[in-house]
């Protein structure tokens, strides 16, 4: 019973954190869209309003890979919940061997041995999700930091576009004392320019 407990509070743990996760993303790819939208039909390099989108964006970003990270503390009390079932599995199945037992803990322990293997299922099935959860969730936020990256570059210069992919948009006009740097594995944010710089 306290293993099927513990497996139900990690399915509830896993689903709102999941929920979490879907309402982060949506919030995550308005603005993104918002910010794109705005620098495809062009505007103020370091648009203000843009740059305070793109901090927002990156908040849901981080957002995301803290519940991420829930995730994976998750898969690890799982992999225990793992353990103890197939040591309870092999303790009820050693019992059956022990002399003095009349019919009736025979049937206790064949129930027993049930539950337990359900309890088996439901664990392999939990890790299994968690798996495919926590791969396609590291796949979304490697994309999308790269993301952020180039819309950064491109709110700093006032449209769409990144350094190699000048070509596709069109080089934007180079700006005096203006050094636009590569973007690093973690995103810079958006750099507003003052008077002078412009």
Known sequence: QA????????????????SQISSD??????LVNSVTSRLQAGTTPGNPELV??????????????????????????????ASVAGYLVDNVRATYAVGGAVEDDHRQLRSIEA?????????????????????????FLARERSNL????????VGRLGNPALQRGFGAPQPMPRR?????SPTPAAPVQLSAAQR
């Open 52 to 81: 305070a989108q793109w901090n927002d964006a990156q908040a849901k970003l981080d957002a995301i890979t803290l519940a991420v990270g829930t995730l994976n503390s998750l898969a690890s009390q799982v992999t225990t919940q």
């Open 179 to 183: 050094v636009v740097q590569a973007p």
């Open 115 to 139: 539950d337990t293997s359900r309890s088996i299922q439901d664990v392999d099935r939990l890790i299994g999700d968690l798996n495919a959860e926590i791969s396609r969730q590291n796949g």
């Open 149 to 156: 990256a180039a819309l950064s570059y491109g709110i700093n």
């Open 3 to 18: 293993l099927a407990g513990g497996i139900s509070r990690q399915q509830e743990l896993l689903a709102t954190t999941r």
């Open 25 to 30: 993303t949506s919030s995550y790819s308005s």
